[in-house]
């Protein structure tokens, strides 16, 4: 048995989003990215995303049985050899049902990415952030257009998103802190968690989980 179930999380601005894109290139692993799988099912109109467009309707969260069902139904269906989980659990009571759910079917998870970086770091990141309506993409330290405010790809005038204010960032981390943290202690008792670095640069940290991996892939062949 080699199959490697892993779970990708950290605090928005780490880079998760760039390193679960590379990852999904060097491993044939199926991606289940829940707030994806929720769109997806709503569109398709399944009898589970029907379910959760009525709770959304009413302004309510979608219950974690629900999630957890389409989950445990995409690893049921791609994922023999493993799956790369992202956007689940984000608490500890969610990450518990999670694990019952996968271990009633005689698998556990393999381990637990966390791509860390400090709140400073983070804040810099997202709020540096600044882009064209064509898609091109500025930071205002890391990487300034040529003229303030200007793309240089396009010569659209270059406008921060909404979700990149400092309060909306803030908000974001303090959510993390409170819920989606203790889940670094959760996986570190189970000797699962896998911590990587998201202050370096996107290629380092690419290669250290790749490193990673294929030692577990390699202890999973034992
Ligand atoms: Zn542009």
Do not use: W
């Amino acid at each position: 048995m080699s199959e490697l179930n892993l779970f990708l999380f950290g605090p928005p601005g780490a880079g998760k989003g760039t390193q679960a894109a590379r990852l999904r290139e060097d491993f044939d692993l199926p991606y289940i990215a829940t707030g994806d799988m929720l769109r997806e099912h709503r569109a398709n109109e399944t009898e589970l995303g029907t379910q959760a467009a009525e709770y959304m309707s009413n302004g309510d969260l979608v219950p974690d049985e629900l999630v957890i069902e389409m989950i445990m139904e995409e690893i049921e269906t791609k994922g023999d050899d493993g799956f790369l989980l992202d956007g689940f659990p984000r608490s500890v009571g969610q990450a518990e049902a999670l694990s019952d759910e996968i271990e009633r079917r005689g698998r556990r998870l393999t381990a637990a990415l966390l791509i860390s970086a400090d709140d400073d770091t983070v804040l810099t990141r997202i709020t540096g952030r600044r882009g064209c309506s064509n898609g091109h993409v500025y930071h205002v330290e890391f990487d300034p257009p040529k003229h303030e405010g200007v793309c240089d790809q396009c010569g659209k005038p270059l406008t921060q998103r909404d979700d990149d204010q400092a309060e909306v960032v803030s908000k974001r981390l303090k959510t993390y802190h409170q819920q989606t943290e203790p889940l670094i202690d959760y996986y570190e008792e189970r000797g699962l968690l896998r911590r990587f670095d998201g202050t370096r640069s996107p290629t380092e940290v690419h290669d250290h989980i790749r490193a990673t991996l294929a030692t577990l892939r390699l202890e999973e062949r034992l």
